[in-house]
């Protein structure tokens, strides 16, 4: 997006709104509970607020569910619950057991309980929707060992959690059961594009004279420049190009523009055949372009032991040119709360969202992204009484209710609907809506994910209570972001039925190994393209056709 597209002064008097609007809604007087707020204590939970298939189920036995999920820590650790959980408490008639882990610990945690039979009730995990073969072969394994139950056979209680498996039906076993509850991001697969963004200093770019790159040589001329020609005038040598906020999605942006299909480092069809884009001629040209990259220093010299953390603040303090990222509001606000921080110039001055340049056959290419990514699953201890619990809780988050609820708290306490308008009776102050909500609701990071991710064109409309959750200008430059891939792009066409097939493990032909072979042969001193041919030349000898083929003929036999 070019600086001009963006209205900067409108964004900046629209910042005014959200405090005008504020001060008006404070001065409101209290207001009787209703819907989430009518409940209290001591009062019985008002379960006409549910979704009308759950208000005929019965909630008379009361149950405990543990629940596992990533950082939640917060809740887990509280001495009394929350706002939010006494509430969900309440209105299943459970009592919730939160076991936090971490994004590191995850899957040797919940190996550990599964080999005690000491799994969580529920728990999200990730498995069919990883492009590490290894994750995708714990689901079957998961299936096979009895960790596991499979979903009910009648569904008909759960029409949104129907409508979600029916739109990734690819998902069942091969006993044509559902095992596995996929947690929806973006429905509307235009919103893949904000998966893989390019965030880029406009202030550099307009100093020293460049304007958006149109070819893989403009964008590789553009980042050395960042490093080399003193971007932010301070007579420094202090300044880097291009790095990725995450190694293993590294080129996600860049590849559109190179070898498309090969952007994620996962599978392709290729005459017919399913092999993985790293094995591909076009992924050749991924290598050469990278390698050029680094050897210009366009690429920062230290990409390879930064951590996401590390290149968000070198971006953020006004050390990196060009952060490969996303570009929904929530990344936005993240990014600008970080920037906030550590930089004293205004984000809206310096920031923008880079538009991709032509791939070689002319067109421009956007990013594809499944459906779905991580899931959730029930234990095999978990009974048919439970089960119906547990994805009653699911019906309920996954409605209307439930995602107000997670973007705007409890109604009648932090908000109020009005002639279907949403208002905020929070007092976020110089926060942002959602720090404020996680602030006084831990628990909301578990109910907001446990489910679903629940993105949205509406988490893309310029309203007040956007403002409040991602800050204006932030919501503005998402919106304008996504719209010009939708009218500009291609998005890339994936063989999602076969990506979300488990596969069979191994230690030898995994992504995470091929990917750490490429940036070896990128920051090698020899010849990139050479070296990465005797890559895959040991990787056949040790069997990588015959291990492709195998994949082939599980896919075929489980469709």
Sequence with gaps: ????????????????????????????????????????????????ILPPSLQDLSYEEHLDISVGYWNIDGMSKAIQPDGITRYIEEL?????????????????????????????????????????NNDSATFTDMIETGSIRPLPEDLSAYPALCQVLESTSFTKYTDGKYYAVPRVSFLDPVLGATDAAMIVRRDWMNRLGYGDPQSLEEFVELMAAFA????????????????????????????????????????VEQDGRFVP????????????????????????????RKTPNNVMEDFASGKLGAYEYKSSPNALSELKSKWDQLNDLPFEECVDVLPIFPAPDGVRYSNSSSIFWSESYLS?????????????LFEFLLSEQGQNMCHYGLEGIDYVEENGQYKCLLDVGDENLITVLNQKYPSLLLFSGIATWGGGWNDFEVNALNDLRFGNFNTILARESAIWCRDNTTQISRPYDFLLSPKES?????????????????????????????????????GLEAYIDRQNELFREMR
């Design 277 to 304: 884009s790293w094995t591909t001629d076009s992924f050749k040209d991924v290598v050469a372009a990278f390698s050029l990259l680094y050897r210009t220093g366009g690429l920062d010299p230290e990409f390879y």
């Design 380 to 392: 095999s201890s978990v009974d048919a009484q439970k089960a119906e619990r547990i994805l009653a």
């Design 1 to 48: 997006m070019n600086k001009k597209h963006i209205n900067r002064k409108a964004a900046r008097s629209r910042n005014l709104f959200p405090a005008i609007f504020l001060s008006a809604t404070l001065l409101l007087p209290s207001l009787a509970f209703m819907g989430c707020a009518s409940q209290t204590a001591d009062a019985a939970p008002d379960r006409q």
């Design 92 to 132: 299943f008639n459970i009592t919730l057991h939160p076991i936090s882990v971490t994004w590191s610990n995850y899957k040797e945690r919940y190996h550990i309980l599964s080999a005690t039979d000491s799994l969580p009730d529920v728990f999200a995990t990730l498995t069919l929707s990883s492009t590490d």
């Design 228 to 267: 080399h020609k003193d971007p932010d005038g301070n007579g420094l040598d202090d300044t880097t190009g291009y790095n990725v906020n995450t190694l293993n999605a590294l080129g996600k942006w860049v590849i559109l523009g190179i070898a498309p299909e090969c952007n994620v480092y996962t599978w």
């Design 506 to 542: 191994t230690d030898q032909f995994t992504t995470s190994r091929a990917l750490d072979a490429f940036i070896k042969c990128i920051i090698g001193e020899g010849d990139a393209l050479a070296e990465w041919e005797a890559v895959l030349e040991t990787m056949r000898e040790q």
